[in-house]
């Protein structure tokens, strides 16, 4: 069901409930899983800056598109793409995501913490760890 909240023009409030999730997903991570802590991060990709500040950024290597959440565990790379119930990828998304692909790397779209605990409880149990 969607949310109200969810439908403003803006964006705005999409964004919010996509960080929330992210948050949410961020803090189960660091607070039930230690040796995971600084195996994983949040790529802050989408903060707004004066031109100035997003040409060096770009020049420092910001990428738009990239996954959201990065968590890397026994040797692989997991890549988190947040999405709100109606939340749509940008063309800059589409673009990465399919680079990402064609090099082997699986993009796991999350709509909600429910999914982001079942697929790390999955990931976990094939490692025999809870």
Same mark, same amino acid.
Not at 25 to 35: A, K, T, V
Not at 45 to 72: F, S
Not at 95 to 123: P, S, W
């Given at each position: ?25 961020? &803090? *189960? ?8 802590? *600084?195996?994983?991060?949040?790529? %802050? ?6 031109? @100035?500040?997003? %040409? ?12 959201? *959440? ?28 399919? %680079?990402?692909? @064609? ?15 079942? *697929?790390?409880?999955?990931? &976990? ?6």
């Amino acid at each position: 069901m969607k949310n109200s909240e969810d439908l403003k023009e803006d964006g705005q409030n999409i964004n919010k409930s996509e960080d929330k999730i992210l948050s949410e997903c961020h &803090l *189960y991570i660091w607070n039930n899983f230690p040796e995971l802590r *600084y195996c994983s991060w949040h790529v %802050a990709n989408e903060r707004k800056t004066t031109k @100035l500040q997003g %040409a060096i950024l770009k020049a420092k290597g910001l990428v738009p598109g990239v996954p959201d *959440y990065v968590l890397n565990f026994k040797g692989k790379t997991y890549y988190f793409e947040m999405k709100s119930s109606i939340g749509v990828f940008s063309d800059n998304q589409k673009k990465c995501h399919a %680079a990402m692909k @064609l090099q082997g790397f699986e993009v796991i779209i999350i709509r909600n913490f429910d999914e982001f605990e079942k *697929y790390l409880t999955n990931l &976990l149990t094939k490692f025999n760890i809870n």
